[in-house]
Every structure is written in structure tokens, then in C-alpha cells.
């Protein structure tokens, strides 16, 4: 791959030459959120490496959209959403995220929104330094090698970019004169400490390696009870965790008296009471006990036959964001230790 | 976007129309339905065992199992239970009307490793409809099968689905047929009166490595049926059962059917008693 580099005090320019090729999209503050949207400044864009709630697969698998539109006639599909786009600032764990999500929604029968959504978007990556419930490094995913057209390593007063696509390689050549081939000796000495610095910066960590085999024995194990006693069943790990993918389709009629209106698809969450409910009623998973093995099982064991490995990518939301603690690293450590967490 | 014509869809039904139907029995629709497109009517296949999402626009889509077999081209049919939404509406419909289809998906049952073998189907309840799939791939191919066997229990005669049908069955020589009802509310119940399981006591010695079973019922059932078949000694793998999870996409995408850490959709709805044994909640 190759690997250039670029005067810092370029960036700004280089940003806003990127919207011949799409729509800016990135991080950026909304109502005191951060979050990924569409960018009418690029000096909105937070690049620094704080972590947005809401996950980039909002912009793929968007929370709520029509996917068809259905009268009389049948169904017609809706494609309206598909528009060129370049979403900026997307950190190694997002673009690992994307790679897990692919996984699902591309296998054959791809899923033709996503699948465009995903055709459409050039990912403009940028480095970004570990937040406090950071667990990249424990997941493997802390580095990309691939799902990206440019990737920008921060060094301040350069940047390392590395061109990951023909695409990418063509949004470089618009602006030629701000890329260097040249990477030096003291360039390289400079990526690597910062390297060992964000090595060095990780605070938490856990034992992602060991955790297939360590959920497996642990299935009948009480402490899913202690787990299940205190789970909400809010839902909020599911939509703040990048690789959930699940979702539900209701019809919505148009407020006519005419059969028309539209297929409408939202995301939905494991967690949920009703996720397993079927007519009958039957509910496969009516225990909160249950429905947590589920969810962990396919963040640290296996997930999907076709899909393979556990879906964890260590971004550390659902460290920040389970209301009653219950996290990847709480459930790690507490089917590593055999104990529950102290208060 | 203005390729939208290229873009291939999986998620769009395709109008079929309704070209029969008749009650099976209370609330039990039975239902014949084919493309209204008739190169699609012709050219559609799929294995027994398989499924089809059914939609009517407004009232949303669900899974149903196909009932009738791919040895007979050109009609698909379904028994169906009215439970809610769009079985109502579906009941509502009349011959000639249209609804629509999208499929079939799933795995179906591993015809393959059947062949040759004697065959003993096993059905519960509304077990059954997935299973008459098989039941007649395996007559209308029965140079390929050994002898074969077909178990179907219900909780009252009024229960038995596709009665006359099957009670013709009865005639045929090719088959061992062996029904049974819970309790028997009519007092015109001519054959056994007992759960399914009691059934195995009628049945011939078998050679078990010889023998395929495939299993469709109401989740209490399996425990007991898969006893029944063990102590037979029927290798692991070669029992087949199809299982039942809420769905809403088929194609592997929504999550809806997981099981353990599968798909129920693309990875099932047939599994083998030995493959569930790999994974933790069953049935
Ligand atoms: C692979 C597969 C194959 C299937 N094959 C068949 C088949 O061949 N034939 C068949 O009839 N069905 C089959 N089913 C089941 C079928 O998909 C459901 O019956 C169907 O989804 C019901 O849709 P509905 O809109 O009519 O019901 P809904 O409106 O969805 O109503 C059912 C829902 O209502 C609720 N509900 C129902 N009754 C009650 C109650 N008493 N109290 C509280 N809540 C209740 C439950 O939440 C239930 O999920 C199959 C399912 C699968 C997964
Ligand atoms: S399980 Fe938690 S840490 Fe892992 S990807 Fe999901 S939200 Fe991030
Ligand atoms: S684990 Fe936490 S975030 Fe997830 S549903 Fe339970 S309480 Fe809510
Ligand atoms: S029904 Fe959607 S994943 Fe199986």
C-alpha cells in the first residue's frame, strides 16, 4: 500500500476538496451529541478521536428508513437514500465495524440498502487516541489494514495517509502538491513512538482470545443470573454497539382510504421481551438470562455459521453506556475470575 | 439513482395468485397458490423442508412452509393457521385473489443422505404441513427410498389435519401409515389413542444405520420423539427435525431467528439432532 505524506496545515483544504466526490459526512456536534451526519463545515468535524454515541453503522443500516413502497399494484423498492457520499473520520474500530457488518449484509442475498449505502460512501479514515473504556487493543482491532480508500495517521504536524483504493489514489492526485512520496527516517521514528504512546494509553483491557471457549463452558452458570437480575432491558447496548445488526419491518399505511403506504424497516434489539415471540404465544427466550447469553454470545463466541467470529470491536459504548454496568469487560472478568463484581 | 432497475432486491414479494383453498379444519386453511408470472410458476423449485415469506401489503409478511413437494411443478401449496394479523387478512381472501411471495428459502431436508434408506417421518400438530412436503417427494419417488414410514399424532380427531387425504394413504401398500390422537372426543376414532411416542411400538424391526427419520412438531414433542428414535439407535445424524423461530427478513440479515449463535433462516430450519446438540438452546 501506498503511503504519503501531508503537511498538516493542508488538512482543511484537502477536506473540502473531497466534495467533488460526495456528500460530506463525519463527526460532528448536534444538540451536545456527537455524531455522524452530514458535514456543512469542515471545521465542525471532530477528528480528535472522541467517540460518537450513536455508531457509524447508522449511516449503512439506518435506524429507521422505507424500504418499498406498496399500493394495489404490488411493492416497489426505495432507493431514495442512495446518494455519493464521503464520510470522514471514521476510526480504525468504525472501519473494522463496516468489515463485521459487510459480513452480514453483503453475504448472498446482499441486502441491497446497505449494499448502496455502502457503494456509495468513500471511508476517509483518521487515527484517534483511546478514550477511557477503549478496548481495541484487547479485540485486535485497534489497527486497519484494508476498508478504507485513505487513512490518516495524525503526527501533528503531518500526517501519514495511506491510499487503501483506486478511489482514494484519485482523490490524492486532485490535490497532488499537497502529498509528499517522501517519507523520511525521522518521519518513521515519529510514527512509531506515537505507536508505543497509544500502546501505552490504554487503560482498560480483557481477555478476548480466551472468551469463545470460556462462554462456552460458562453456559449454565448462575452468574447469568446475577447478570439478568439487574439488566434493565432497555435496549441501549444494542444500539449503541456497532455490529448489531438486528431489526424489525412493520407495513404503514399512508393516511388515505386507498391500500398504499410503505414497508418500513427500524432497528430492533435482542434485548427486548418481545424479540422471540412468536404465535402461539411461544417465547424461545422469555428469560432475561437468556436473552444476555444471546447477546454476549455473539460478541465474544461465535456469530452466525456463515459469519464466524464473535462481533466485538472493542469500541468500549457499551462500557460507557449500560446504566447497571453490564459490559464486555464486566462479563470477561466475571466468567474469568468465576465471581461476580464486587459493588 | 437512476439504475434502480439493476439493483437486485431479495426483499421484494412477488403477486401470486390464489387458485384454491378449502378448511382443513377449524381455523386451518389450506391454501394453493401459484406466480401470477407462469415462466416463474414453472421454473420455480425448492427442496421439502424449504419455506416461503407470505405478504399481504398493509398487514406485513411471514414465514410459512411450503407443504406441497417440488415433484409436483407449477403450484405451491401451504396449510396455515389463523394466529393474528396477516393470517386474518389471509383467511379473508378469496380463489383468484392476489398476494405475495418471496422465496424459498432455508436449507430443507438433506434428500441426499435419505436416499436408499427406510424412511420414517414424524409429525405433531401442524408438524405436519412442512412434513407432507417430504411425505410425497418420497411417493412420487419411491424407487428411491426404502420402506416408509409415516407417524402423525394430533390432540383430538377434529385436529387431524388433511384427513382424507392421508386416510387414503391408508390404502397404498407402499407406505406404513400410524395415526394417533391424545384423547379421542368423537367416538368414531378408528386408529390409536395416545401421544405420538406410542406409535414406535408398531413400528417393524429396522436396520437402524438404514434408517432416516424427520421430525416436525410442537417443541414439547422433540424430547420424546428423539428418545423414541434413539433407542432405535438411529445414528444422530441421520434424524432430521425442522424448527420454528419468529423471522422476518429469511436471508440472514435481521437477527430475528438466531439460535445460539445460527441463523435459524439460512442455516436451518433443518437441522440434525447432531448438530443441535452443538448448540445450547434448543427447542
Ligand atoms: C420456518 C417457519 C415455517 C412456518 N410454517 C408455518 C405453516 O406452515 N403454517 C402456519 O400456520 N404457520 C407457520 N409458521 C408460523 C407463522 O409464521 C406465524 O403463525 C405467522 O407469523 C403469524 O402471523 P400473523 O401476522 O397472523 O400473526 P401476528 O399478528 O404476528 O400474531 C401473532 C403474534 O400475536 C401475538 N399473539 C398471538 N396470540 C396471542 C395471544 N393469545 N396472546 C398474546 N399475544 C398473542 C404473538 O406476539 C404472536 O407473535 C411458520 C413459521 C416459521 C418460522
Ligand atoms: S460489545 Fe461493547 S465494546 Fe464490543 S463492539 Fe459492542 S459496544 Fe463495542
Ligand atoms: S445490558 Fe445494560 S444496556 Fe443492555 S439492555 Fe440490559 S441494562 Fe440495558
Ligand atoms: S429471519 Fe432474519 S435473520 Fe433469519
Known amino acids: 500500500m501506498r503511503i504519503l505524506k501531508m503537511d498538516s496545515k493542508y488538512l482543511k483544504e484537502f477536506l473540502e476538496s473531497l466534495r467533488m466526490f460526495g456528500k460530506l459526512y463525519g463527526p460532528i456536534w448536534k444538540r451536545d451529541v456527537l455524531t455522524h451526519d452530514h458535514v456543512e463545515n469542515v471545521d465542525d468535524l471532530v477528528l480528535d478521536g472522541e467517540h460518537t454515541l450513536i455508531p457509524v453503522k447508522k449511516l449503512f443500516h439506518p435506524k429507521r428508513f422505507n424500504t418499498m413502497r406498496f399500493n394495489e399494484e404490488g411493492f416497489t423498492p426505495n432507493y431514495s437514500m442512495f446518494e455519493k457520499r464521503v464520510l470522514i473520520g471514521a476510526h480504525p474500530c468504525d472501519i473494522h465495524s463496516l468489515l463485521r457488518l459487510d459480513e452480514v449484509f453483503l453475504t448472498d442475498p446482499a441486502d441491497p440498502y446497505y449494499k448502496g449505502l455502502r457503494e456509495n460512501t468513500a471511508i476517509i479514515g483518521f487515527s484517534c487516541l483511546p478514550t477511557e473504556n477503549s478496548l481495541c487493543r484487547s479485540t485486535g482491532t485497534d489497527i486497519v489494514e484494508s476498508g478504507f480508500d485513505l487513512f490518516f495517521v495524525d503526527l501533528e504536524d503531518i500526517y501519514l495517509v495511506w491510499v487503501g483504493s483506486s478511489l482514494g489514489h484519485d482523490m490524492i492526485l486532485e490535490k497532488e502538491e499537497f502529498f509528499d512520496e517522501n517519507v523520511t527516517h525521522a518521519d518513521i521514528q515519529k510514527y512509531i513512538q506515537w505507536r508505543e504512546m497509544r500502546n501505552d494509553m490504554f487503560k482498560k483491557s480483557f481477555n478476548f482470545r480466551d472468551m469463545p471457549d470460556i462462554m462456552e463452558l460458562s453456559y449454565n452458570s448462575e452468574i447469568w443470573d446475577y447478570f439478568a437480575e439487574k439488566c434493565l432491558s432497555c435496549g441501549s447496548c444494542t444500539m449503541v454497539c456497532p455490529t448489531c445488526n438486528c431489526y424489525t419491518l412493520t407495513d404503514v399505511f399512508d393516511v388515505t382510504n386507498k391500500t398504499e403506504g410503505r414497508r418500513e424497516r427500524v432497528w430492533d434489539s435482542c434485548m427486548f421481551v418481545d424479540y422471540s415471540l412468536v404465535a402461539g404465544p411461544h417465547n424461545f427466550r422469555g428469560k432475561r438470562a437468556d436473552r444476555l447469553k444471546l447477546w454476549y454470545t455473539h460478541k465474544l463466541k461465535a456469530f452466525g455459521g456463515e459469519y464466524g467470529r464473535p462481533a466485538c470491536i472493542g469500541c468500549g459504548r457499551c462500557v460507557d453506556t449500560c446504566p447497571v454496568d453490564i459490559n464486555v469487560l464486566t462479563i470477561a472478568e466475571a466468567f474469568t475470575s468465576c465471581e461476580v463484581p464486587a459493588k | ?283
Not at chain 2, 43 to 54: D, E, H, K, V
Not at chain 2, 67 to 77: A, D, K, M, N
Not at chain 2, 81 to 98: M, P, Y
Not at chain 2, 121 to 142: C, E, F, H, Q, T
Open chain 2, 1 to 283: 439513482m437512476t439504475k434502480t432497475q439493476q439493483i437486485e432486491n431479495p426483499y421484494i414479494p412477488e403477486p401470486a395468485r390464489i387458485v384454491r383453498h378449502y378448511d382443513l379444519v377449524k381455523d386451518h386453511r389450506f391454501f394453493q397458490v401459484r406466480h401470477v408470472d407462469m415462466k416463474r410458476a414453472m421454473s420455480f423449485t425448492y427442496n421439502p423442508g424449504q419455506f416461503i415469506m407470505l405478504s399481504i401489503p398493509g398487514l406485513g409478511e411471514a414465514p410459512f412452509s411450503i407443504s406441497s413437494t417440488p415433484s409436483r411443478p407449477g403450484i405451491l401449496e401451504m396449510g396455515i393457521r389463523k394466529v393474528g394479523k396477516l393470517t386474518e387478512a389471509l383467511f379473508k381472501k378469496k380463489d383468484n385473489d392476489i398476494i405475495y411471495i418471496r422465496g424459498p428459502y432455508g436449507n430443507g431436508f438433506k434428500i441426499d443422505q435419505m436416499r436408499g434408506k427406510d424412511i420414517i417421518i414424524v409429525a405433531g400438530g401442524l408438524g405436519v404441513i412442512p412434513l407432507r412436503s417430504i411425505l410425497y417427494y418420497v411417493l412420487d419417488n419411491r424407487d428411491q427410498f426404502g420402506r416408509l414410514f409415516f407417524l402423525y399424532g394430533a390432540k383430538n380427531p377434529d385436529e387431524i389435519l388433511f384427513k382424507t387425504e392421508f386416510f387414503q394413504l391408508k390404502n397404498r401398500v407402499d407406505i406404513e401409515c400410524l395415526y394417533t390422537v391424545d384423547v379421542d372426543t368423537s367416538g368414531e376414532w378408528t386408529e390409536a389413542v395416545g401421544v405420538v411416542t406410542r406409535l414406535f411400538e408398531h413400528l417393524p424391526e429396522i436396520d437402524p444405520s438404514r434408517s432416516a427419520a424427520v421430525v416436525c412438531g410442537p417443541p414439547v414433542m422433540y424430547k420424546y420423539v428423539i428418545q423414541e428414535l434413539l433407542k432405535l439407535k438411529i445414528p444422530k445424524n441421520q434424524i432430521q427435525m425442522t424448527l420454528e423461530r419468529k423471522m422476518e427478513c429469511g436471508v440472514g440479515k435481521c437477527g430475528h431467528c438466531v439460535l445460539d449463535h445460527l441463523y435459524t433462516c439460512i442455516d436451518g430450519p433443518v437441522f440434525t439432532y447432531w448438530d443441535t446438540l452443538h448448540f445450547r438452546e434448543l427447542i
